[in-house]
């Protein structure tokens, strides 16, 4: 019996040398665990992280952000820190005011309807942008007796909780269309159950497809509701569709369904050239814009194919380091080559361009233009 446990002994000694290993030999970051108590790890580890607030659980803000983290962190010399949000209006708040958060995803027309209902001024001011992410669609889904976003005047409509941006861009539909639904403020897959059981009539979700709570939902009675580009939509929103291959559950076949997006925005509240901030900011633009080629391949959220770096956004300032790489990386060089023989083809477009002020002027808004027109391109080529 002796021997017998002392050879259990030596083959368990033996496997445990197999299997077992120093933690400080695995990565930096175990080795940063270790050295709790140094006062130089405490200090590179605050000095080299970047905090950005993404959305809720199961949305398209929280894929990019654990997205960003994947390809970034980089042991000690950078790491990007996703925290779960409560959507785009909390995001707003959250970078003005919440201390140590560096980044948002929010929506592009959040800040619009914040100014428009007097809840801030010269909000714009306080923002820079890192780049325009992707659009995201506005799904309504609601029984197979409603065709369309009319279908719903003085029925009961959930858009989402008052914190995030679904209900910023359904109210903002609806002002513009001039309907008037009995809107409720209720948290999407509750709102969803809601719906199942007859308490209300459709519910809206705001995202980028394929919208996990979206895809998630299946029920018979229900289906993807039609959203026709009107005239009064066309200032703020951009023409999109979703299909079966998008969601199979609420879609058939071939079926297409009109929908309308608003642009997701890599934003960062507007910290002076020199300041701490600022550093931290300009580092993580400069591993992000290098490796972002990496963000558009698998397994990545497909929404990635869809960014351009470089693509203007109306109204906006992009934060100056973003806009100093992007030069220096002659990202605008094709496009200003496209712009100088759009000139030589437009005399009129040539004599609005003397000066350099208006030529710049001139350049941002033929920008402005081409990422609509492959916003619409695209579109386009799905619907085909």
Known sequence: ??????????????????????????????KAIFQFGSASTKQSLN??????????????????GADLASVLDDGNKLRVLPIVGRGSVQSVADILFLQGVDLGIVRSDTLDYLERKGFA?????????????????????????????RDLEG?????????GGT?????????????????????????????????????????????K?????????????????EKPLQKDYLPASLSAKDYPNLISGEERVDTIAVPAVLAAYNWAPNTERYRKLSFFVDAFFTKFPTFQNPPF???????????????????????????????????????????????????????????????????????ERNARAQVRSKQK
């Open 167 to 211: 209900f910023v861009t359904a109210l903002t539909v609806f002002e513009r269309l001039g309907m008037k639904p009995k809107v409720v403020y209720i948290e999407q897959r509750i709102a969803m159950e809601k719906m199942k059981a007859g308490e209300i009539d459709a519910v809206i979700v705001c995202g980028g497809k394929p919208y």
């Open 47 to 64: 000095a080299n992280t970047v905090t950005l607030m993404s959305g809720t659980i199961g949305g398209t803000y929280v894929q990019f």
């Open 155 to 163: 029925k009961t409509v959930s858009v989402d909780l008052p914190n």
């Open 1 to 30: 019996m002796a021997i017998f446990a002392i050879a259990m002994a030596c083959g368990l000694s033996a496997r445990a040398e197999e299997t077992e290993y120093d933690p400080a030999k695995v990565s930096e970051s175990l």
């Open 301 to 371: 959220h497909p929404k990635w194919k869809e960014v351009s770096l470089s693509a203007p956004l109306q109204d906006w300032n992009r934060l100056p380091s973003a806009e100093q790489w992007l030069k220096a990386h002659n990202v605008e060089a094709a496009t200003r080559t496209r712009f100088d023989e759009f000139l030589k083809t437009s005399p009129t477009a040539a004599a609005a361009a003397r000066t350099d002020t208006d030529r710049e002027a001139l350049f941002k808004q033929f920008q402005a233009w081409e990422t």
């Open 121 to 149: 001024k010269d909000i714009k001011k306080q923002f820079t942008y890192v780049t325009k992410l992707y659009n995201e669609e506005m799904h309504v889904i609601a029984s197979k007796s409603v065709k369309t976003l």
């Open 213 to 229: 709570s979206v895809s998630g939902f299946k029920d018979d009675r229900f289906h993807l509701v039609n959203i026709n580009y």
